[in-house]
C-alpha cells in the first residue's frame, strides 16, 4: 500500500494499480487497495478493468456483511459515474435506487436520473474520454457502445454505423448496437442494408424505436396503414416517446385521417415536459457538485409535475418527498402526493 502511494504520488498509476493487486485478499486493507486500484485503471483509461475492479468491492463488501462501508457506497458513485458516461441508462437507473433509501441527499440521485434521461449537454467533453478507453482497450463494448450513441446525437451517422458494427462483431447478439446499426441506416438513406436489418429474426420487436423505425422505413415506401400499425404498436411499448407521436401525426395528417391533432398535442406536451426539465437540471451540470443545493420546494414540485407527464412516477414521487422534507405543509407537495396515493390505491 505505501509503495503504491508512492507509485501513484509519482504518476506512475499503471505500476500503482499494479502493486494493489498484490494487496492480500484477507487483508484489512484490501477494500481500499481494489477501491484505489479501480481509480487507478480509470485514470489510465482503462475503463472495463475500473468496473471489474469496482464491482469486487461491491461484492467483498457483501461477502463480508459491510452494508455501511463508505469503499460500498464510493464504488457505487464511481460505477454510476463509469455507466453515466457510456449511456447504460437502465443499469444505472438500477444502481441510483439501490442507493437511494439510504443515501442522506437523495434529490442529488433524483438530479442524476434527470441527466440520465436528457440529451446529453457536454458531448464533446464525454467522446474524447471514450475514445481513449477505446485506445487503451479495443475490447471494451460499453464504450464502443456509447461513443456510437454520442455520435448518434451529434448526427456523425457514418461513424455511429462503423461503431454499431464493430460491436456487432464482437457480439452478434448486441440488441442495443443492431437498433443503432438500423437507425443509422434509415438517416443515411441506405435502404437495403436498413431492410436487411428489419428483416433479421433476432431484431427486439419488444423495441418501441425499432417499430418507430420500420413504420419510418414503411413510410418511405408509401405504405402508409402499415406505417400507421408501426407507429401505433410503439406507442404501446412508449407512450411517451415525443418522436413516435410527431411521426404519426405527421403521416395522419398526410393521409387525411382522424387523430393528427391530437397525436400533435401530445407531442407538444411531451417535449415542452422534457424541455422543462432540461432546463432546472442544466443548472447542476454547469456546477462542481460538491456548491450542488437542494432545489427549493415549488422547484421540487415542478420537476415532479413534468416528470409525471413523462410517466416517471417514482421520480416524481421523489421530487414530491423532497420538496415535504423542507417545508412538510407545503400545499402543491401535498396535493399531488394525494394524487399518487389514489391512483395507487386498489380499486374496489
Known amino acids: 500500500m505505501l509503495a503504491a502511494r508512492v507509485a501513484a504520488g509519482l504518476g506512475e498509476l499503471k505500476r500503482c494499480a499494479e502493486l494493489l493487486e498484490r494487496v492480500p485478499t484477507q487483508s484489512q486493507l484490501k477494500l481500499e487497495a481494489l477501491f484505489r486500484q479501480g481509480q487507478s485503471y480509470r485514470e489510465l483509461y482503462f475503463a472495463r478493468q475500473a468496473e471489474e475492479t469496482w464491482r469486487e468491492v461491491i461484492s467483498l463488501c457483501e461477502e463480508r456483511g459491510l452494508d455501511s462501508s463508505h469503499y460500498l457506497f464510493s464504488a457505487k458513485v464511481e460505477l454510476i459515474s463509469l455507466m453515466s458516461l457510456e449511456r447504460r441508462v437502465r443499469e444505472t437507473r ?56 454520442y455520435s448518434l446525437d451529434v448526427s456523425q451517422w457514418k461513424e455511429a454505423a462503423d461503431l454499431a458494427s464493430y460491436c456487432l462483431e464482437h457480439d452478434p447478439l448486441d440488441k442495443l448496437s443492431l437498433e443503432i446499426l438500423l437507425e443509422c441506416k434509415f438517416r443515411l438513406q441506405e435502404w437495403d442494408a436498413m431492410d436487411e436489418i428489419l428483416a433479421r429474426p433476432d431484431l427486439d420487436d419488444s423495441s418501441a424505436r425499432v417499430w418507430r423505425l420500420r413504420g419510418q422505413r414503411l413510410e418511405t415506401l408509401s405504405k402508409a396503414e402499415e406505417a400507421e400499425q408501426c407507429f401505433r404498436e410503439a406507442l404501446r411499448l412508449n407512450p411517451n416517446d415525443p418522436t413516435t407521436h410527431f411521426q404519426l401525426a405527421q403521416l395522419l395528417r398526410r393521409s387525411r385521417a382522424l387523430g393528427a391533432d391530437e397525436h400533435q398535442a401530445e407531442f407538444r406536451r411531451l417535449q415542452g415536459d422534457t424541455e422543462a426539465i432540461a432546463r432546472v437540471i442544466s443548472s447542476f451540470s454547469a456546477q462542481n457538485p460538491e456548491n450542488w443545493a437542494a432545489p427549493e420546494p415549488a422547484t421540487c414540485i415542478e420537476l415532479a409535475t413534468h416528470c409525471n407527464g413523462l410517466g416517471r412516477i417514482e421520480e416524481a414521487r421523489g421530487w414530491v418527498d423532497q420538496a415535504l422534507r423542507q417545508v412538510p405543509d407545503f400545499p402543491a407537495a401535498l396535493e399531488l402526493q394525494r394524487q399518487f396515493s389514489e391512483l395507487s390505491a386498489p380499486s374496489e
Open 94 to 149: 438500477e444502481l441510483l435506487w439501490q442507493l437511494y433509501p439510504r443515501h442522506p441527499e437523495k434529490w442529488r440521485l433524483l438530479v442524476t436520473m434527470a441527466r440520465l434521461e436528457a440529451k446529453p449537454a457536454y458531448p464533446q467533453l464525454a467522446m474524447p474520454m471514450l475514445e481513449k478507453c477505446l485506445e487503451q482497450d479495443s475490447g471494451d463494448l460499453d464504450a464502443c457502445r456509447g461513443l456510437a450513441l
